[in-house]
């Protein structure tokens, strides 16, 4: 029996490690890709991998209206979920964005913060859930979700820290790509600018 328990423990160290270790190799991905879409596809199957469910999802805090959005859900074009507007105050992501904490939530029928619509927009079903805060520079710029767990498993400690884990590091690839192509666009602007400057040097 000692045995048996503790090959059981080692399996699972060993089951952590590995993930821990992806975690790592994840985050150097993402600080190398610059292009929003590809980065957000990258963050998505990622949060499903790690976590082993059937799907995820990124909302962002819009930087100008202050409003809370969807960015990329699964594998859902982003045509069918920009429209999308999450209230701050009567759903989940509401919830974790204001208080900067994450939340299990093992059936969300059971939970008033449950915002239904969502699942009837995007004709989706969703069951349980674990959505965690991304920070960046010590704000909340939104929150990462990972949606139905696979195998009918309940959502744990491991990876409530594996998913903070990547929102970390996804807050912070998203922020470096914003800036990117801020910089970018002012570099556009600045040789637009200048060509009719010289024109009339």
């Known amino acids: 029996m000692t045995v048996t328990r503790s090959n059981q423990g080692n399996e699972k160290f060993d089951h952590l490690l590995a993930r821990y270790e992806r975690i790592v190799e994840i985050g150097q991905q993402l600080n190398s890709m610059l292009d929003h879409v590809s980065l957000l596809q990258r963050i998505i199957a990622a949060a499903t991998e790690l976590t082993e469910t059937e799907?995820?999802?990124?909302?962002?805090?819009?930087?100008?209206?202050?409003?809370?959005?969807?960015?990329?859900?699964?594998?859902?074009?982003?045509s069918d979920i920009e429209t999308i507007i999450v209230p701050m105050e009567g759903s989940i992501a509401g919830w974790v964005v204001t208080h900067g904490e994450p939340r299990v939530i093992e059936d969300v029928r059971q939970d008033s913060n449950f915002y239904s619509s969502v699942d009837d927009q995007l004709k989706f079903h969703t069951r349980n859930l674990?959505?965690?805060?991304?920070?960046?520079?010590?704000?909340?710029?939104?929150?990462?979700?990972?949606?139905?767990?696979?195998?009918?498993?309940?959502?744990?400690?491991?990876?409530?820290?594996?998913?903070?884990?990547?929102a970390t590091q996804a807050a912070i690839a998203i922020e470096n790509a914003r800036l990117f192509q801020q910089s970018d666009f002012m570099a556009e602007v600045v040789h637009e600018l200048r060509s009719p400057l010289a024109a009339l040097r």
């Open 130 to 166: 674990l959505a965690v805060p991304m920070r960046a520079h010590n704000r909340v710029i939104g929150t990462l979700e990972a949606v139905n767990k696979r195998s009918g498993e309940r959502f744990n400690d491991d990876d409530v820290k594996t998913l903070s884990m990547l």
């Open 55 to 78: 799907s995820a999802s990124i909302l962002l805090i819009d930087p100008v209206t202050g409003e809370l959005r969807f960015e990329l859900v699964g594998t859902l074009n982003s």
